[in-house]
C-alpha cells in the first residue's frame, strides 16, 4: 500500500494508531505532511481505558478530516 500512496498525485490523510500492527509510523510521515498518529490506538482507533478515552479519539479523527479537508481547500 505504502508503495501505492506514494504514486498518489492527490493529497491524503493518513490516520492510525502506535498499538496498531499495521501501522508504520515513519512511512506515514514520509507520505503525508497530513497526519493523525494517536498514541496507543489499535488499528480500530481503541485505546485502553475508559471507553471515553476511545471516544476522545474518534473526535480527534473528526477534527484531523475537517483540517485535512481545509487545508486542501476541498470542494474547490
Avoid: C, N, Q
Avoid at 512511512?27 to 488499528?43: I, K, M, N, Q, W
Avoid at 473528526?62 to 474547490?76: C, H, N, T, Y
Amino acid at each position: 500500500m505504502a508503495d501505492a500512496l506514494g504514486r498518489a498525485t492527490a493529497p491524503f490523510l493518513l490516520v492510525g494508531g502506535t498499538a496498531d500492527k499495521v501501522w508504520a509510523g515513519d512511512t506515514a510521515r514520509r507520505l503525508s505532511p497530513h497526519l493523525l498518529e494517536v498514541e496507543g490506538a489499535d488499528h480500530g482507533m481503541y485505546v485502553p481505558g475508559p471507553l471515553t478515552e476511545s471516544i476522545a479519539v474518534l473526535s480527534r479523527v473528526v477534527v484531523a478530516v475537517e483540517e485535512f479537508l481545509d487545508a486542501i481547500r476541498w470542494p474547490s
